[in-house]
């Protein structure tokens, strides 16, 4: 009872984090035209440069001239969106590939599980790298198409695993007496039974997109055609603000993106504590 109530308690922390950054975000509507009227966000000279924050520019400008938390609550909307698309799409990708490999097995499985290590082992960075620098136009759509093309395999093995273990409980071999098709042995007897740890590895695949989004902005070959969170730390590093004594250019955006991870990680483990058996088993113990 005490592990269920610190996990739960882990799992609420994790959602009202989450649930608050998703309000700033969409709260960006709203933000903006009290700040810059008219402008948008990422328009040059909307606002004095280089000016300290005040309660005209709550958090400042920067070299552009842009306001900061105009410029946050948009690139926030922007590093979500990518993150969560990437993911849903990977985690579909995974769900497809690793429910059929794992239900079917035989040849489908050999087959798919080759293809699924062969994508595992090819070295993601180089190829964002390449992608990134010869696409000419490159929208948020775009990257977490990318993105989620290259995220897929982890999702896949690990719902395979889970998949050959719940295939040989009784409940679907009553089901198979039935004369249930596989979409609807899948659908109605697996999924169900793995919603939540489904929901565990869709919080890990938008984690991992944010990462790798971030990760290519800060090192400069993030696409230029939209402002992330980390766009705008490359930004402010490129210009020197830390040399400036502009430290809070800097850490405005890196302070969101460590709450963004500490909530999807707290729900990780919130969910993980509840629905893993072993660890429900340790801690009872």
Known sequence: MRHLVRSSTKL???????????????????????????????????APVMELPSLEHPLGTDHFGHDLLAL?????????????????????????????AGYK??????????TTDMVLVIPTLPLLLILTASVRVVDVFALAFVLAIFGWPHAARAIRAQVLSLRERPYVDLARLTDEND????????????LPYLGLGLASSVVGAILAETGLQLIGFGPGGFSTLGSMINQALGAGMITQGRIDTIIAPAALLVLLFLALNLINMGLEEIYNPRLRGVTAD
């Open 12 to 46: 609420q922390l994790g959602l009202v984090l989450i649930g608050l950054i998703l309000a700033l975000a969409l709260s960006a509507p709203l933000i903006t035209p009290l700040l810059i009227g008219d402008a948008g966000p990422r328009d040059y000279g909307v």
């Open 72 to 100: 946050l609550v948009h690139s926030l909307g922007n590093s979500l969106l990518i993150g969560g698309l990437a993911g849903v799409i990977a985690t579909a990708i995974g769900i497809v590939v690793g429910f059929t």
């Open 105 to 114: 097995g035989g040849r489908l499985d050999s087959l798919l599980r080759s």
């Open 183 to 194: 979409v609807e042995m899948i659908f109605t007897e697996l999924v169900p039974n793995l």
